[in-house]
């Protein structure tokens, strides 16, 4: 037992940390709510979000991070699970050494491929492409995503894995119609850390494309930083726009962010 | 964590009893299900890791030609004062970033474990919150505050320590730190989080039977607490420690380096000497040496986690 000061103590502790988490975030609401123009009245401003979304242009880089987070997750979970699911119950030659080989692939830093992979697709054309944006991020979700799956599909039970075979089921079968559906908590918590990292990913984007119209919107953000320096309400409601859908999954599935976090992330 | 303990175990061979955990007999269809990851893997990681190396070997400006120049630009990460500063500033940001959230984190996670709290469900779920954020917005938030009419200045003033107040992330000496108390602000709700968690799983009567013996509250904390929640300290250190090391889009969004270099980190050079100065062997060189820095500060924080774990 603790005594009563103690406890309010921690929960002043709380408290003020909590505050300061909070505080950047309520300031960049606060301000893409506010009247950017002298003389302007009203206290909530809700059409610096419309304006940010025209004039910033940020409509066209949502649509692009849309698209871009489409692909990478949809890409590096069919990936992983078939590649976590061979992995997890199969024995075969070399396996060990080609699941630690891609395992490797979560601890390369984007910085050490970014610069030569752009040179190289350049010389192919494909710079400035969904191709350039995408394929890196789903090599290195894959990475992560087989490891999860591996871990997920050795823990699953042998026994229901051969009852699913005593029952006639082939090994794709078994796949997706026993251990998929049985491992959907699995399942997610690795889609939304992609769908995380892929939405917030920076450098990739950033040195991949090269013209406007394929701006990410994080990237897209840095660069209306850049142009208009005096538009502070407009910048935060376009930040807030940028932070909205994954603040969004956040909240609606922070359990699976946390403990994904917790368990499996060395990235 | 637990992959250090699997590669342990050695390859099972023929006619060795399969373990368990192993359901499967031996598979050859297992090679077409690994083949997609395989092949990506190997054009987008593997590929692109070895040009790499390759392009560090050579002097080129990404336009004309390129001259073979062995280890020159190694020579130059190491010596030429602004790549070598760019490290330096990274190993600032360290202490920033991982050595006082996880102290933080640590003393804290401590003392608020001494005792059921109730709402801890929500203070987890806003202590994360910095986490998911995008950096780019991070920076956007920070930049506002640090501006020299921003909320901090406004705070120095209000409580008269105007001598205090000043352009943050344009001041020589404090733009580093500055960018710094980001990422502890963004790393300490993550290391409270996994510690709590970590120290909700010690039963309790191990503090009970402490307490018994006499133990006081730093003997329980450094015999107890801490020894249990070394596999959440690994985890928070690799997750910071490397988060540090690849602080890229705060730096590019907040100082753009500046003033002068004194807010330069290694992944920043590497994306200025590639693109904006035309010295790919020089960026390329210094990524190999982050990539070099990053795995064996991977390797050796989780060998210190796991001991003891065993």
Redesign the interface.
């Known amino acids: 037992?603790?005594s009563r000061g103690?406890?309010l103590a921690?929960?002043a502790?709380?408290v003020l940390?909590?505050v300061?988490?909070?505080f950047?975030?309520l300031?960049?609401l606060s301000?893409a709510l506010s009247n950017d123009q002298i003389g302007g009245g009203g206290s909530f401003h809700f059409e610096n979000f419309a304006d940010a979304w025209d004039q910033g242009q940020f409509g066209s880089y949502m649509r692009t991070s849309v698209i871009v987070a489409i692909l990478v997750v949809g890409l590096s979970t069919?990936?992983?699970v078939?590649?976590g699911?061979?992995?997890g119950?199969?024995?075969?030659r070399g396996?060990?050494v080609?699941f630690?080989?891609?395992?490797l692939?979560i601890?390369?830093?984007?910085?050490?491929?970014?610069?030569?992979?752009?040179?190289?697709l350049r010389e192919i054309g494909l710079t400035n492409t969904l191709v350039a944006i995408v394929?890196?991020q789903?090599?290195?979700s894959?990475?992560f995503g087989?490891?999860w799956m591996r871990?997920y599909f050795?823990?699953s039970s042998?026994e229901v894995?051969?009852a699913a075979r005593l029952d006639g089921a082939g090994?794709w079968r078994t796949l997706w119609q026993v251990l998929v559906p049985m491992g959907r908590p699995a399942v997610t918590t690795m889609v939304v850390l992609v769908f995380?990292w892929t939405?917030?990913e920076?450098?990739i984007p950033?040195?991949m494309a090269t013209s406007e119209n394929l701006r990410t919107?994080?990237?897209g953000?840095?660069f209306f930083?850049g142009q208009y320096t005096s538009g502070?309400a407009l910048?935060?409601a376009g930040?807030?726009l940028?932070?909205l859908p994954?603040?969004v999954v956040?909240?609606f599935l922070?359990r699976h962010?946390?403990r994904g976090?917790?368990e499996g992330?060395?990235? | 964590m637990t992959s250090a303990q699997q590669v342990a175990t050695p390859v099972a061979t023929a006619g060795t009893p399969r373990r368990r955990g192993r359901p499967g007999e031996p598979r050859r269809v297992a090679y077409l299900y690994i083949l997609p990851a395989v092949l990506v893997f190997a054009l987008f990681i593997l590929y692109p890791l070895i040009r790499t190396a390759q392009f560090s070997l050579y002097e080129w400006n990404g336009l004309g030609a390129s001259t073979w120049v062995g280890l020159s630009n190694y020579q130059a990460v190491f010596t030429e004062p602004q790549l070598r500063g760019a490290f330096v500033h990274a190993l600032v940001l360290i202490v920033f970033y991982a050595v006082i959230p996880v102290t933080l984190g640590l003393l804290l996670a401590a003392t608020m474990s001494r005792a059921v709290l109730r709402g801890l469900g929500f203070f987890r779920v806003v202590l994360f919150l910095p986490q998911v954020i995008p950096m780019v917005v991070v920076a956007i938030a920070w930049r506002q505050i640090y501006e020299p009419q921003g909320p901090l200045n406004d705070v120095l003033r209000f409580v008269g320590l105007d001598s205090l107040a000043r352009p943050w992330l344009g001041d020589y000496t404090w733009a580093l730190p500055s960018v710094g108390i980001v990422g502890t602000w963004v790393g300490t709700g993550l290391c409270l989080v996994l510690f709590l968690a970590g120290m909700a799983r010690i039963p309790r009567e191990l503090y009970e039977a402490a307490r018994l013996d006499g133990a006081g509250p730093l003997r329980e904390f450094f015999s107890i607490t801490l020894p249990s929640v070394r596999g959440e300290l690994a985890v928070a250190l690799t997750l910071t420690v490397i988060a540090a090391l690849k602080t890229f889009d705060l730096v590019y969004v907040m100082t753009s380096g500046g003033p002068g270099t004194e807010t330069t980190v290694p992944s920043y050079q590497v994306y200025n000497n590639a693109f904006l100065l035309g010295r790919v062997g020089t960026a390329t060189a210094l990524a190999i040496v982050l990539t070099a820095v990053v795995f064996a500060m991977t390797v050796v924080i989780n060998r210190v986690g796991e001991r003891g774990q065993r």
Do not use: C
């Open positions: 037992m603790i103690e406890r921690n929960y502790i709380l940390f909590a300061i988490a909070i950047p975030v300031l960049i301000t069919l990936i992983s078939l590649a699911y061979a992995f119950t199969m024995s075969f396996s060990e080609i630690y080989l891609i395992l692939g601890m390369v830093p984007a910085e050490a491929l970014v610069v030569a992979l752009y040179f190289d394929m890196p789903v090599a290195q894959t990475a087989t490891f871990a050795r823990t042998r894995v051969e090994h995380m939405w917030n920076f450098l950033l040195i919107a994080p990237l953000l840095a930083q502070t910048l935060a930040a807030t940028v932070a994954v603040v956040y909240l922070q962010f946390i976090m917790v992330a060395v990235k």
